[in-house]
T-cell receptor
Framework: QKEVEQNSGPLSVPEGAIASLNCTYS??????FFWYRQYSGKSPELIMF????GDKEDGRFTAQLNKASQYVSLLIRDSQPSDSATYLC???????????FGAGTRLAVHP | ETGVTQTPRHLVMGMTNKKSLKCEQH?????MYWYKQSAKKPLELMFV???????ENNSVPSRFSPECPNSSHLFLHLHTLQPEDSALYLC??????????????FGSGTQLSVL
């Protein structure tokens, strides 16, 4: 069974700080990686995806991928209370149309 | 209507009932999914339909029966469920691309309670 591991948290950061969320995966053949945000009582929404080693930036979000070490991370700069949510990492399992999700890391940004 | 809509939002049923969950996507996608989300557990993939054909059945008990009559609609028929089936059931859709490029768009989910 291919696995995606995340620290469940909560990760607590002060407003304005950088929040760093990490994810490790077991399938060395994985080529693409997705980050979803899920607010309490809501459904997941896609916020970032990355295919290549290195960094990908989108506004306050940066995804970092290291295939050799099999981890992918999400950095949130200038964290806001509205960023408080659970962040889910997802990786294709090798099967067609088959995304495997981690259990998620709960982020709490306090004023 | 935009995005992915699911009905009902909440459902309470007894173990002997039969009910159905409905999902409709308005994004022009050609792949649809059912996921189960239980407390403190990762999202579990249940079924995948691509171009109205079931391409994944992730060892789901037969008391869950999916139906995909066209690329815009997906149903999950439920019968003789168990209390441990209580969870949030999420429908999602994507535009079928090369493997590894699946960007899923989720509906709001149906919160199911089995008594």
């Amino acid at each position: 069974q291919k696995e995606v591991e995340q620290n469940s948290g909560p990760l607590s950061v002060p407003e304005g700080a950088i929040a760093s969320l990490n994810c490790t995966y077991s399938d060395r053949g994985s080529q693409s990686f997705f980050w979803y945000r899920q607010y309490s009582g809501k459904s997941p929404e896609l916020i970032m995806f990355i295919y290549s080693n290195g960094d990908k930036e989108d506004g306050r979000f940066t995804a970092q991928l290291n295939k050799a070490s099999q981890y992918v991370s999400l950095l949130i700069r200038d964290s806001q209370p509205s960023d408080s949510a659970t962040y889910l990492c997802a990786v294709p399992s090798g099967g067609y149309n088959k995304l495997i999700f981690g259990a998620g890391t709960r982020l709490a940004v306090h004023p | 209507e935009t995005g992915v809509t699911q009905t009902p939002r909440h459902l309470v049923m007894g173990m002997t009932n039969k009910k159905s969950l409905k999902c409709e996507q308005h994004l022009g996608h050609n792949a649809m999914y059912w996921y189960k989300q239980s407390a403190k557990k990762p999202l579990e993939l249940m079924f995948v339909y691509s171009l109205e054909e079931r391409v994944e059945n992730n060892s789901v008990p037969s008391r869950f029966s999916p139906e995909c009559p066209n690329s815009s609609h997906l149903f999950l028929h439920l019968h003789t469920l168990q209390p441990e089936d209580s969870a949030l059931y999420l429908c999602a859709s994507s535009q079928d691309r090369a493997a590894g490029e699946e960007k899923l768009f989720f509906g709001s989910g149906t919160q199911l309670s089995v008594l």
